[in-house]
């Protein structure tokens, strides 16, 4: 993989994409990785690809988390990272050995599945804390595999009663726990190079200043429209994810 896709064009649009996506999962708590993954596929195929957004999102989610500190419920994120933790390790070995065509047509399933899922009316359990280790458990070994669980994820943080800011910031906090546990063992497998560091962390880092502004506008414009934005991607990417066109 070449760093010089930064200094292109192609680089302008990746990072720019990385602003707008971070703004939009700053207000509607979820849908950032969604947006990146087709341009992130694209350019670096899928076995790059989740690495790569390993790293961004880990500032991203770190971001998310900081600014919104102060209304994080630490035992949700407890009980969350006692199951996601083993099993994100479980799921980022088992991504290492899985040929990258199966990869990219199970994601793309599975992107359409959590659309599907979302206007189902089905609702989750009623949550209570103990939940949260088995939520974690599950989770975490699909943010491994797939690399990204924030669409299905959200409605039990909401359903416990987690809203706004503590929704955002508690389910980032959760969210950078497996995106390190994840990066350890990718590394380990020589999925997480110096040059998937570097471009991860750039777009990152814009991820960061998005995040701020995404925390500055969260109660001034309807959640619904971002909702909307990440929800027309979400189908968009998981049908050409499955035929083969991205």
């Known amino acids: 993989m070449s760093l010089s896709i930064l200094y292109g064009w192609q680089g302008v649009e990746l990072l720019a994409l990385s602003l707008l996506a971070s703004i939009i999962a700053a207000v509607a708590g979820f849908g950032g990785s969604v947006i990146l993954l087709p341009l992130v596929v694209h350019l670096f195929g899928i076995k790059e690809a989740v690495p790569i957004l390993t790293v961004a999102q880990l500032l991203g989610n770190a971001s998310r988390a900081w600014f919104g500190r102060t209304d994080i419920d630490w035992k949700v994120v407890l009980y969350f990272c006692l199951g996601c933790i083993p099993s994100a390790i479980i799921g980022a070995v088992m991504f290492s050995s899985i040929h990258a065509a199966w990869l990219k047509t199970g994601l793309g399933a599975f992107l359409i599945l959590t659309l599907v899922y979302r206007h189902s009316g089905l609702k989750p359990v009623t949550m209570h804390l103990p939940h949260f280790i088995i939520l974690g458990a599950i989770f975490g070994w699909l943010s491994a595999v797939v690399g990204t ?13 987690l809203v706004g800011s503590a929704y955002i910031a508690s389910e980032a906090m959760t969210a950078v726990v497996m995106h390190i546990t994840k990066g350890i063992v990718y590394s380990k497998y020589a999925l997480l190079t110096w040059n998937t560091v570097t471009i ?30 990440v929800e027309a991607v979400v189908l968009i990417t998981g049908i050409g994810f499955i035929t083969g066109i991205m």
């Open 149 to 161: 669980v924030g669409p299905l994820v959200a409605p039990f943080f909401l359903d416990y009663g």
């Open 200 to 229: 991860g962390l750039a777009m990152g880092l814009v991820m960061i200043f998005g995040s701020f502004t995404g925390k500055k506008i969260i109660d001034r414009l309807p959640k619904i429209w971002f909702t909307r934005i």
